[in-house]
């Protein structure tokens, strides 16, 4: 359950740096409301999750998925350059990332 929590914390993580982006400097209401949200639920469920898990594989965990999202959203959404070095980079740390939440442990 506690990966499970890291997981969508990553996936609200990639939520609040895209509506960053978003926001123009926190100078667009809703981008920024949806930031706050994203970010508050991203840190509030990564906190509960520390509760179970060691925080190194943890933190690497949702700061990969947050990053692999965050970039793979720019690139099909946002027109983010498209590379076959930059696919084949976000492709290891999504193997990273699992190999971090295979080698985490609980409590």
Do not use: N, R
């Given at each position: 359950?506690?990966?499970?929590l890291?997981?969508?914390?990553?996936?609200?993580?990639?939520g609040?740096?895209v509506?960053l982006?978003l926001s123009?400097g926190?100078?667009r209401l809703?981008?920024?409301?949806?930031?706050?949200?994203?970010?508050?639920?991203?840190f509030?469920?990564?906190?509960?999750?520390?509760?179970?898990?060691?925080?190194?594989?943890?933190?690497?965990v949702?700061?990969?998925?947050?990053?692999?999202?965050?970039?793979?959203?720019?690139?099909?959404f946002?027109?983010?350059?498209?590379?076959t070095?930059?696919?084949?980079?976000?492709?290891?740390?999504?193997?990273g990332?699992?190999?971090?939440?295979?080698?985490?442990?609980?409590?």
């Open positions: 359950m506690a990966w499970l890291v997981v969508v914390a990553g996936l609200l993580e990639t609040f740096a509506c982006k123009h926190f100078t809703w981008p920024t409301i949806a930031f706050c949200v994203f970010a508050l639920g991203s509030g469920l990564l906190t509960l999750s520390l509760k179970k898990l060691d925080v190194g594989p943890a933190y690497a949702w700061t990969g998925i947050g990053a692999a999202g965050t970039a793979i959203y720019g690139m099909i946002l027109d983010d350059l498209v590379s070095l930059k696919i084949i980079s976000i492709s290891l740390v999504i193997i990332v699992i190999g971090l939440q295979l080698s985490g442990s609980s409590h």
